[in-house]
């Protein structure tokens, strides 16, 4: 599986596209921002996009979501719980003095257990609120993206509409931590970790 990590806009979210070596398709995971960028790596890997996957729906992770179906075609998925926060991202940013573009709604929408492929990768989607009502994780053999439910040494901030400290260190330790402790963690926000790693050392969730 081809893996490239971008980090983008004022807030450095981190948005991956996962590309099918053979195949040659891809899905792009949270597209936050400089659509333009995103689109160029992808031109360079000569990778077309099958799906925009959205782990939430907080602006600056879903802020290229417009510019990137527009170019693309590619079917847009979120879970419908976050799905109100796509017409707001405008309104959302401005109140931290930023700038993001209304997302278009949902082509399809994200649920637990589900299962995306693309090319002869497959993703299962696993429902992990906490963070946000609608937050997910996806996972593929040893690799997880996040979003903002776990970071290196930290978790996603529960302060905001949607957010409820209890049900996150649940969805981590409940549902993440099962995964074996060998799976690579790929965050929202910063580094990449493992889950063993976040076992012994996360001060909030380890176990």
Known sequence: MIIEKLTVGPIQANCFILGCEKTKEAVVIDPGDEADRILLTLAKSELKVKYILNTHGHFDHVGANKRLKEVTGADLMIHKEDV???EQLTATAGSFGLSAENSPGPDKLLEEGQTITFGEITLQVIHTPGHSLGGVS????SALFVGDTLFA???GRTDLPGGDYGVLIASIQNKLFSLGDDVTVYTGHGPETTIGVEKRTNPFVKL
């Open 84 to 86: 109100p926060m796509l």
């Open 138 to 141: 996806f996972y593929t053999d």
């Open 153 to 155: 040494g930290s978790i």
